[in-house]
């Protein structure tokens, strides 16, 4: 199925301060690598048919180029983003006046919230973090604003900080993720919800393998996640591995880079 989706231009990509345990801000960047690795990530959707709008970066957010945490997007309305962290509150208004520049009615969000960082939309169902970054709060202002069925879970590893480094969603019933990243009640959600679903491994997991978009068939990847990548292939998906690790060195992946821009239903 054609996806839309935002990216935001790494032109001022670093890491000159640390959020999350990935984040070391003494390891230099390869800027050249960055940009390059985001071009092939960008033509690979555009190769597949996805239409792909971009955002240009900001001075002094290096972490803007995540441009799943910028907002989220359902039925043609947004949640604007609160961010957790002071040092990327900023990005929240550029990701607003973007969508309003393109059509999108944004509502702007009261208790904190990263966006599709801890939002996952499976089918009718959004599926909601807590524990690191957004709060529980938001979860409700979700669910009244998409009319939508909103379940909580809690991430309980800080490697895992975003729910979409530890869950992916491959289609409208269908997911993957590594159980270990959430507290025992969440298990027990994501078993009665998915008991078709994919567990991955912790060394799959941690080359952010489950930081990944699925159109509901193909599956663009890390290329890392071998063991990943074999399981969706055995599950009938077709995997589109990219290598996005010098990314990693901020915290995030393929799906981290990726906002996902839902339609409002035709009718
Ligand atoms: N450095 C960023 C942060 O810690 C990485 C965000 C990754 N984004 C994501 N959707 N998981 O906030």
Known sequence: MSRHYLMC?????????????????????????????????????????????????APGLPDMVYAANGATVVDGRALGASFHYPQRRAEAALYNDWLRAHGFEVTEAVAVNEGEGDFLTVGPRILAGSGFRSDTASHAELAALTGREVVGLELVDPSYYHLDTALTVLGDDDIAYLPQAFSEA??????????????????????????????????????????????????????????????????????????????????
Request: glycine share 8%; net charge negative.
């Open 9 to 57: 231009r790494p032109t001022y990509f670093d890491v000159v301060y640390e959020i999350n345990p990935w984040m070391h801000a003494n390891v230099p960047v390869d800027h050249d690598l960055v940009m390059s690795q985001w071009e092939t990530l960008r033509a690979t959707y555009e190769d597949l048919g996805f239409r792909v709008d971009v955002i240009e970066g």
């Open 186 to 267: 969440s298990r027990a959600i994501l078993a009665e919800l998915y008991p078709r679903a994919i567990h991955v491994s912790p060394q799959d997991a941690a080359v952010f393998g489950l930081n990944a978009v699925s159109d509901g068939h193909r599956v663009v990847v890390a290329s890392q996640a071998t063991g990943f990548i074999e399981q969706l292939r055995a599950a009938g998906y077709e995997p589109v591995p990219v290598d996005l690790s010098e990314l990693l060195k901020g915290g995030g992946g393929i799906k981290c880079c990726t906002l996902e821009l839902r339609p409002a239903p035709s009718r």
